[in-house]
Antibody, heavy 119, light 108 residues
Framework: QVQLQQSGPGLVKPSQTLSLTCAIS??????????WNWIRQSPSRGLEWLGR?????????DYALSVKSRITIKPDTSKNQFSLHLNSVTPGDTAVYYC?????????WGQGILVTVSS | ETVLTQSPGTLSLSPGERATLSCRAS???????LAWYQQKPGQAPRLLIY???SRATGIPDRFSGSGSGTDFTLTISRLEPEDFAVYYC?????????FGQGTKLEIK
């Protein structure tokens, strides 16, 4: 049974970079059948998919157009985890951030972290 | 980008009743990549249905999904107290996903 454990700061200052990590147990970040996603949720935007990474003999990355210029997702095979980096944040990026596994839908989710962007 | 519109926004029913939730897409959903999630306060969404009509692992058979093209339905045949929550539909249109705005199922 896969479990995803998220970590990272709950408060980020405007213009800085939001960084979160998702540690995987029960599966592998370099699995040839899984994809690893970041999704956020806020009252104003609802549930919003941000991006994903997956390994199919090489690494692939897909990002939502709304954040494409600001986002990077990085897999870490040595620690079996993946991370989200969102730069130049504004208060509009305040949300609960989730990591999740799945290619066509998401069957396992992390616990979520509320990230507030404020000075 | 495919927009998903869920209706109604709020559904008030009693335990034991049947619930019918709707999800309409702005364009045809390809590959049957339509999923439903349940979310309770303070929790992450939980996958209920994938591929329009397949139940996820451990999901009771009172939950069922149907539809095609642009119109999809989640049906809960007999509501249990633990079913009162917010429900979201989601579609996958490579390489991105979009979610509906949710239907809140509340106890009448």
């Amino acid at each position: 049974q896969v479990q995803l454990q998220q970590s990272g700061p709950g408060l980020v200052k405007p213009s800085q970079t939001l960084s979160l990590t998702c540690a995987i147990s029960g599966d592998s970040v370099s699995s040839n059948s899984a994809a690893w996603n970041w999704i956020r949720q806020s009252p104003s935007r609802g549930l919003e998919w941000l991006g994903r990474t997956y390994y199919r003999s090489t690494w692939y990355f897909d990002y939502a157009l709304s954040v494409k210029s600001r986002i990077t997702i990085k897999p870490d095979t040595s620690k079996n985890q993946f991370s989200l980096h969102l730069n130049s944040v504004t208060p509009g990026d305040t949300a609960v951030y989730y990591c999740a596994r799945g290619s066509f839908s998401q069957d396992s989710w992390g616990q979520g972290i509320l990230v507030t962007v404020s000075s | 980008e495919t927009v998903l519109t869920q209706s109604p926004g709020t559904l008030s029913l009693s335990p034991g009743e049947r619930a019918t939730l709707s999800c309409r897409a702005s364009q045809s959903v390809g590959g049957s990549y339509l999923a439903w999630y349940q979310q309770k306060p303070g929790q992450a969404p939980r996958l209920l249905i994938y591929g329009v009509s397949s139940r996820a692992t451990g999901i009771p058979d009172r939950f069922s999904g149907s539809g095609s093209g642009t119109d999809f339905t989640l049906t809960i045949s007999r509501l249990e107290p633990e079913d009162f929550a917010v429900y979201y539909c989601q579609q996958y249109d490579s390489p991105s996903y979009t979610f509906g705005q949710g239907t809140k199922l509340e106890i009448k």
